[in-house]
Each structure stands twice: as C-alpha cells, then as structure tokens.
C-alpha cells in the first residue's frame, strides 16, 4: 500500500488551501515538500505512490518564496561593520530576528571602513553554501559596499576611509578587503581609475560588481557593464540625479548597451524615505524584471528612535523613522523591514502582488546565481517561503520546510 518510502524515510508535507507564486502568478494550488525541498506531485503519486503524511491548512494565505535581502548592514542593535570582535554574535542574532520580517536569506553589508575591519570580518563570516543555523536566515554571501567610492557621493561613508586602486588595480583592491572568500557583492564607483579591469577581475572571480555611490557617465557605466557588472547599488541615492543629455548610472535601466540576455539589476530602497514613490515608479515601469528591493538597513532597525552607530559614525533616528548622520540632513541607511518595503512598493507603484514579492525573491536570487534553489517555488527548490494575508503581512516563515516564525495574530 502506501509506498512515501520508495524514495526516502522522510514526512511529506502537503500544504493546501492556499495560493502559489509560480512561474510569475499567484495560482491556486498545493505545495508538497519533502526533506526540505519542493515536491512534484505528479512525481509524487504516480511513480512513488505517496501521499501526505503532514497535512496543513494555509486559510486562503498565499504562499511566497522567501525574501533575500542583498543589502543589509545590520539591524536589532548590531551593526556588521563595527562587530569586529564579535562578528558572528551580531550576524547571529540578526539572522534570527530577520525571520519576522519573511528574509530567509541575506547579504550582510559592510560599508566603507578602515582595512582592519575588512581584515578581522571577512575570515569570520561563514561561506555562503553552508545550511543555516537552526531559526535562522541563511548568509549567502557578504556585501562590500566600498571603500572605492566616489569623496563626491560619500552619502554616510567616511572620507578618510575611501581608497582608489590606481597604483596596483586589483592587488590594491585584495590588499584593503584581504579574503574575497566569502563575498558575493562589491559596490565600486566605476568612473575610478582602473575600475574597468577590477570590475573585470572580480566578475572572473564570481563576484557580482555593483554600481553606486559614484559620479560615473552612462558611457562609464556602460563600460563596466561591458566587463560583467550586473548590478546598481540603491538606484537614484548616491549617484548623479538623472539628466536627459547624460542619464549617468540611472540610463542603464534603458540603456541599449547591456549584453544580450543580461538583465540588468538595481538595488531599490523602498522604505517610503530614500526613493519618492513617483521614482519607485519610474523605476518600475522603465525595467520591472531587474528591480530588487533592498532594506539598506541599519543597526537600528528594530529598535526605538534615538542615538545609533553606523560604522565609525553615530546616526540619529527621529520620530519620523528617518535615519541621518548626527547633526545633519544626510540620510544613513534605512530603518525599514524588507516585509515593510515590499508592501510599500507594492502600494506606491500599484504593481501587482507577483511582482512586489518576485522584485524581494526571484530577482535578487538571479543576481546572486542561486535562482536554481532559492528565489522561487519550483520542483527541487529550497522549501524557504512564507505565509502572507493578502495585504502581504508575514504570517509565518519557514526554512527549509521547519516553521521558524509564526506571527502573534496567527497563534491567537
Ligand atoms: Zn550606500
């Protein structure tokens, strides 16, 4: 009779009365896991002759592949580039607390910094492949947003910590950062001297290369997006506003000169603050498949107004909820939640439901090269996602098929 051992010992869980986000639209159908990936059903009754041994009822909630956060420099009180002596208790605890928030993955940001905190951080940050720790969100890979940066579009970033590679290129680069080991993402302003061939070099390496805080033309940004840069960190902040004679970094969301099959990613700061909502439409309606939504998020996310730090610097957070560098009117980073964010874009742009959850999943997995497991719901995936209402409130979370989050109103 049942035969759920024909291919393995482990529980199949069915997950019905919900909706899907599959191939791009919300469908009506059941999930099937097992051993913490996605089932084919089909697969599933037909050559096992298996059936549901966990059967959960998802009350018409709709079911998302977890949000992966490409740009996060710290939250709950930690920041990541000031941990250096502890690190993994900040990363830790984030990864914990990012669960509530429906991030399963993320990258941890390191802003521009003295070359000791490069040093002492990057060895101690786990590689991207390892599992998750039990409740937690998986690290895939960490982000370095400088310090080869443009002194003009510093934003938060302090001057005496950015650096050029001119002398040496790319050894000047590995002597600042000292591993690339565990990287995924390098933010570079690509207007720098020799930035066509460290772009070069850290794509070989498979180093996604970022646009941003920089001054660059179309033309530069072009160029490095000849050598295989992919990606455009928190479009329209800390770069040139656009302009018609020469858009600069923002053109490249219509620009005629990326590769054929390329798509073209940028980082998008919906927290309602950093980007009005008339450029988060722009954005959207110019090149929706590359839009990614990023938190930017800083240790004070999570915790009340008032006083923070922000890698050497101390920030303010006001009643508002906006972040500034103390004592001044320049934004720092972001105080919103990725959940948060997606709602706000979704309500800011009036796109539909798939695409605000698909610009937190599917499109960050595809900058990231980790589409094949995380990012979507398709057969063999990782079984990461989330239980949303539909005004896109996270009600659970899971990793790898193991609730790791339930929200309060989902227990009463
Ligand atoms: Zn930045």
Redesign the pocket.
Same mark, same amino acid.
């Given at each position: 009779m049942p035969s759920n051992k024909s291919v393995s010992d482990a529980p199949i869980i069915q997950f019905h009365n919900c909706r899907i986000l599959k191939d791009h639209k919300l469908r009506r159908e059941d999930l099937w896991i097992r051993e913490g990936k996605i089932l084919n059903p089909e697969k599933l009754f037909f050559d096992e002759k298996g059936s549901a041994d966990v059967q959960i009822d998802c009350k018409e909630r709709i079911i998302a592949p977890g949000y992966i956060d490409v740009?996060i420099n710290g939250g709950y009180g930690y920041d990541f580039s000031l941990e250096t002596d502890n690190v993994n208790c900040g990363i830790s605890v984030v990864a914990k607390k990012l669960l509530s928030t429906g991030v399963t993955s993320f990258c941890p940001t390191i802003?521009t910094s003295p070359i000791e905190v490069y040093q002492k951080v990057l060895p101690r940050l786990a590689l991207r492949d390892s599992q998750p720790a039990h409740g937690s969100a998986l690290l895939v890979g960490v982000h370095l947003?400088g310090p080869f940066i443009s002194e003009q579009k510093k934003?938060?970033?302090l001057s005496q910590n950015i650096r050029s590679y001119k002398a040496r290129g790319f050894q000047d680069l590995l002597d600042v950062y000292g591993s690339l080991d565990n990287v995924s993402i390098v $933010?570079l302003a690509p207007e720098m001297e020799r930035s066509e061939e460290v772009t070069g070099e850290l794509v070989r390496r498979g180093i996604r290369v970022s646009l941003?805080?920089s001054i660059a033309s179309l033309s530069q940004a072009e160029a490095a997006v000849k050598q295989g840069a992919t990606f455009i $960190?928190?479009l329209f902040?800390?770069m040139l506003p656009f302009h018609h004679r020469d858009p600069g970094i923002v053109g490249l969301l219509t620009s005629d000169q990326i590769p054929d099959g390329q798509i073209m990613f940028y980082g998008l700061i919906a927290d309602g603050i950093h980007t009005n909502p008339a450029a988060l439409r722009i954005a959207h309606r110019a090149h929706p498949s590359g839009l990614v939504l990023v938190t930017?998020a800083v240790a004070a996310m999570g915790l009340p107004t008032g006083q923070h730090t922000l890698g050497q610097q101390i920030i303010h957070i006001d009643e508002e909820l906006h972040a500034y560098v103390a004592g001044t009117k320049t934004l720092c980073?972001s105080i919103a939640t990725m959940d948060f964010c997606v709602r706000h874009f979704w309500r800011a742009t009036g796109c539909s439901v798939e695409a605000a959850l698909e610009a937190a999943s599917l499109h960050p997995a595809q900058l990231l090269g980790i589409d094949s497991v995380k990012g979507q719901l398709e057969y063999g995936m990782d079984a990461d996602m989330l239980l949303l209402d539909d005004e896109l409130n996270v009600k659970a979370t899971y990793i790898t098929q193991q609730q790791q989050y339930m929200s309060c109103s989902e227990l009463s």
């Open positions: 740009q802003i947003e934003g938060a970033h $933010t941003g805080h $960190t928190h902040n800390a930017d980073g």
